[in-house]
């Protein structure tokens, strides 16, 4: 079992990459836990259904996710169609977006 305070103290590295779409462009998001520490990245990272396998998207016009969260030496990676982006992705990428912004 691991010690919720020192989770917090783990720095984890946050990645989100969305590609396709009509012009087939590429974005890139990242972001430290360390750059916006009030936010509980541990909680949201294991929000996420990690170990998940989702079906490619059927439309060639739509966006895919890949999505890596990283503390040495745990990685996780998930790759997603754009209508799974949804409940604790969705909130995972939004705050990534957010305070890559910042």
Do not use: H
Not at 69 to 98: C, D, F, I, N
Request: overall charge positive; hydrophobic content about 40%; aromatic content about 8%.
């Amino acid at each position: 079992m691991t010690d919720a305070r020192s989770e917090k103290t783990v720095t984890w590295t946050i990645l989100v990459v969305r590609t396709g779409g009509f012009a087939g462009l590429r974005r890139e998001w990242r972001v430290s836990s360390r750059d916006d520490p009030a936010v509980d990245w541990p909680a949201l990272i294991e929000a996420c259904p990690w170990t998940t396998r989702y079906p490619p998207s059927r439309s060639n016009d739509r966006f895919v996710w890949r999505i890596e969260a990283s503390a040495p030496p745990r990685t996780k990676k998930a790759t997603l169609p754009e209508s799974s982006l949804t409940g604790s992705w969705a909130a995972l990428v939004e705050q990534v977006k957010s305070a890559a912004a910042r």
